[in-house]
């Protein structure tokens, strides 16, 4: 299968450059059984990220770039990769990753491993057993982190644990190509679109599955994250608790 590897990039110049020659040129040979490929979607990073990606990919033909003319937003970025995937590079799945460090590169061998087993949806799982945030994070942060999850399992009824993870794998065919990958028709261009994401996958039957993850402290600047991005997601998770009050098709193992 061909899994394309989604990164989207905001003034990564310091890390982008070592993330990918590890990805494209170690990961990437330890996945015998799958074709993959990345794809970085730069919002139009000032301090010239999308060059050092650019110089990149003259040396791994696999690595593709979306550089778009302005920062929209996380889940813009995502939106732009998906469809971009699905649509220019024939993705059997996709790959939510962030190029901030956060993620540990070794994680996609897991991801594609459960793929194999026949999963849809695979969740890089910081809460459950094997799985972690930084211990760096002051308390208020490891509060909010988890009490967003859990305020969107409670409400909407989602048999998963960690709601808000930013890695994830999506099997595309009848799944992730069926996604609201349009900017009009998601409820967030920003973190909580990943709410939206997973209510979706799941509601549409995917077979799903989290997977313990270790979240890294970020090596360089600091956390995009933001007083708005939670009180986003609280808006997305009362949007589509009454959008639709049935509650989705849990096939989670």
């Not at 020659?21 to 990220?49: R, Y």
């Not at 939510?96 to 793929?115: M, S, T, V, W, Y």
């Not at 261009?189 to 209510?199: G, R, S, T, V």
Request: glycine fraction near 8%.
């Amino acid at each position: 299968m061909k899994i394309i590897v989604i990164i989207p990039t905001f003034n990564e110049k310091e890390s982008v450059g070592g993330l990918l020659e590890n990805i494209a040129g170690k990961i990437f040979k330890e996945v015998p059984n799958h074709q993959i490929g990345i794809l970085v979607v730069d919002g139009a990073s000032p301090d010239g990220t999308a060059d050092i990606v650019k110089a990149k990919s003259a040396i791994y033909p696999n690595l593709n770039l979306i550089a778009e003319k302005k920062k929209r937003g996380i889940g813009s970025a995502y939106i732009a990769g998906m469809k971009y995937a699905i649509e220019k590079l024939g993705a059997d799945a996709v790959i939510e990753f962030d190029g901030d460090g956060q993620h540990n590169p070794e994680d996609i061998k897991r991801l594609a491993a459960e793929l194999d087993k026949g999963y849809d949806y695979v969740i890089g799982s910081r809460y459950i057993l094997g799985g972690s945030v930084p211990k760096e994070w002051a308390h208020w942060r490891k509060f909010l982190s988890k009490f967003g999850g859990l305020f969107a399992k409670i409400i909407l009824n989602l048999p998963t644990n960690d709601n808000t993870s930013g890695l994830k794998l999506s099997r595309v065919k009848n799944l992730a190509e069926r996604l609201p990958l349009d900017e009009n028709k998601v409820l967030s261009k920003y973190y909580a679109y990943k709410i939206h994401f997973l209510y979706e996958m799941i509601k549409m039957g995917a077979k799903t599955k989290e997977i313990p993850i270790k979240f890294l402290e970020r090596r360089n600047g600091s956390s995009k994250s933001t007083f708005r991005d939670i009180f986003d997601s609280l808006r997305v998770v009362l949007a589509l608790k009454f959008r639709n009050n049935k509650s989705p098709q849990h096939k989670l193992s």
